[in-house]
């Protein structure tokens, strides 16, 4: 049993509760398990109270997908009260968002969307941190996402505008390794040379997904296994880092447990290896 | 070039404006380099977010009123994409979006009768369900419902409030039920009561008499039993109906 998640490498799951009764009786297969923070707040009392009695058995992280970091204007102190007081009451060690904005006033699309890599976006989303960082007290890790589009005329490279955040801020990386590899497929880079140029130490924590393709783009659909390459890149990480966790994220297809187990296994080959490398 | 000074604000509400209508995205007349703040973009790749986005929400609704969209898929006669443009998402939440949808259905078919026409009364009892689930605490309503009070000439009455009420032209219950064993829909005048509980679903219906319909309605407010004037007949319906947790007694 991990006590503490500190540059622990556990293997875990996102909480979904349509497979709640599953991930009890699995228990043993993971180190941590990952609540969407939002699925919490707005759950029935019962999904609440079946949360906190996962909090008693197994630690747990927080991973938010309300917030709209980078919508131009300052995050909902309202909506940051709320996580804040689930954070403390299940003793989640730290909190993660997204680096995109989902929401302007009055429409709330609930898709992630790009922000331009510029110094006015990056101003926006530094303040938008302090914020957030005056009601939470743990630490804070922005996550990047899977983009289908991109803006012209970028000021800073998707490495260098995470890391002027992060280092401005004083947050860290939740580095989802399928969407450097889709991002990677889609936009033409190489997703290696991506992971290598991460500072060592920045990244806390990992997602790990499958997706599926759409019109010949790769898409971050969570519906599928991990595909090899995702796991390769993994590894590629592992050279480097030392991350906190390490979730399966899995949306839809939720039934096919067996399939969840198998990446389970699957990611927990590629970490092995790591777990006692001094780094 | 954007303009000098936009705010950041009034590019991404323009970029949310274009991604969240599909008369604008799938619109292969549309070009939304002709606004300002799309310049630049792919507007293929566009079309796919909005498409993915409009997909999820649509799923959302499905959670919540899985059989009612299942129908609209099958016969085809409402376009997702009609409401959806006509209806922006205002929250992210599955309850939201359906709501939204439920009230567009609603609207839609005071004009455009639904086909099949059962489909007025399942949606409605769909909503009524999620309404429930949504509003109704099961583990408050449980222990309100089980306070015990020795003489019953002294109880005070009324309808529980998480307990929603609705009056049907078509017998749909055998469509809500997970896996229907069949899907004969009656056309009968049914009254129907929603109330939460703790099973998975998180909320039951009931079917009761017109006379006991009529009877809740009046129950909004606590009324004592002895004040009803009662029939012996009637009173063992109110103990049935405290059982069921469709009404609460109080001090």
């Known amino acids: 049993v991990i006590r503490s998640l500190d540059n622990a490498l556990g293997v875990g799951i996102g ?73 403390a009451l299940l003793e989640m060690p730290w909190y993660s968002e997204h680096l995109a904005f989902t929401k302007v006033p009055g429409v709330d699309l609930a898709q992630l969307l790009p922000l331009a890599r510029s110094r006015v976006v ?71 040379s991506f992971i290598r140029s991460l500072s060592p130490g920045s990244v806390k ?69 790591f777990q006692k490398k001094v780094y | 070039m954007v303009p000098e000074g936009a705010r950041l604000l009034d590019r991404q509400q323009a970029l949310i404006d274009y991604l969240r209508n599909p008369a604008a995205f799938l619109d292969h007349e549309f070009d939304p380099g002709q606004d300002i703040f799309l310049r630049g973009l792919d507007r293929e790749r566009l079309r796919l977010v909005g498409t993915v986005a409009l997909a999820k929400r649509i799923g959302k609704i499905e959670a919540v009123l899985p059989k009612t969209v299942s129908y609209l898929r099958t016969e085809n006669t409402t376009s997702f994409h009609e409401f959806a443009s006509e209806h922006p998402p205002s929250s ?59 003489d019953e000439n002294i109880w005070e009455i009324r309808r529980a409030k998480a307990v929603k009420r609705l009056e049907c032209n078509y017998d749909v219950r055998s469509l809500l039920e997970p896996a229907p064993e069949s899907v004969r829909v009656p056309e009968r005048q ?9 099973s998975p679903i998180g909320a039951r219906v009931f079917e009761v008499a017109r006379e006991v319909y009529e009877l809740l309605e009046s129950l909004d407010d606590w009324c004592s039993i002895h004040d009803l004037g009662l029939e012996s007949e009637t009173r063992s319906v109110i103990h049935s109906l405290i059982a069921r947790g469709i009404l609460e007694v109080g001090p």
């Open chain 1, 205 to 273: 924590a990992v997602h790990l997904a499958g997706g599926t393709t759409l019109d010949d783009v790769l898409v971050d659909t969570h519906d599928h296994p991990v595909p090899d390459e995702a796991l390769a890149l993994l590894r590629c990480l592992l050279e480097q880092q030392r991350p906190d966790t390490i979730i399966l994220e899995r949306d839809e297809r939720t039934d096919q447990v067996d399939e969840i187990l198998r990446d389970v296994h699957r990611i927990r080959d590629q970490v092995s290896s």
């Open chain 2, 92 to 150: 992210s939440r599955r309850y939201d979006n359906a709501q939204q949808f439920y009230r567009y259905l609603r609207d839609r078919w005071t004009t455009h009768p639904p086909v099949p026409p059962f489909l007025r009364d399942l949606a409605a009892c769909e909503w009524m369900l999620a309404q429930v689930r949504h509003e109704g605490s099961s583990e408050l309503f449980v222990s309100r419902c089980e306070r015990h009070f020795p």
């Open chain 2, 190 to 198: 049914v009254f129907l009561v929603f109330t939460p509980d703790s």
């Open chain 1, 122 to 192: 990056a101003e926006r989303i530094i303040t938008n941190i302090r914020s957030v960082k005056q009601h939470i007290s743990v630490p804070f890790l922005i996550e990047n996402i899977t983009y289908y589009f991109d803006y012209p005329n970028s000021e800073f490279t998707e490495v260098e505008f995470m890391e002027l955040i992060c280092k401005q801020t004083g947050a860290f990386l939740l580095l989802d390794v399928e969407n450097v590899y889709l991002n990677s497929r889609n936009h033409g880079y190489c997703a290696e």
């Open chain 1, 15 to 87: 909480f979904r509760f349509e497979i709640a009764d599953w991930i009890f009786a699995n228990l043993s297969e993971f180190d941590a398990i990952e609540i969407t923070i939002d699925h919490y707040l707005n759950g029935t009392s019962s999904q609440k109270a079946t949360v906190r009695e996962l909090a008693t058995q197994i630690p747990l992280v927080a991973h938010g997908v309300g917030l709209s970091l980078g919508t131009d204007m300052l995050p909902d102190m309202h909506y940051m009260k709320e996580v804040a007081t689930a954070i």
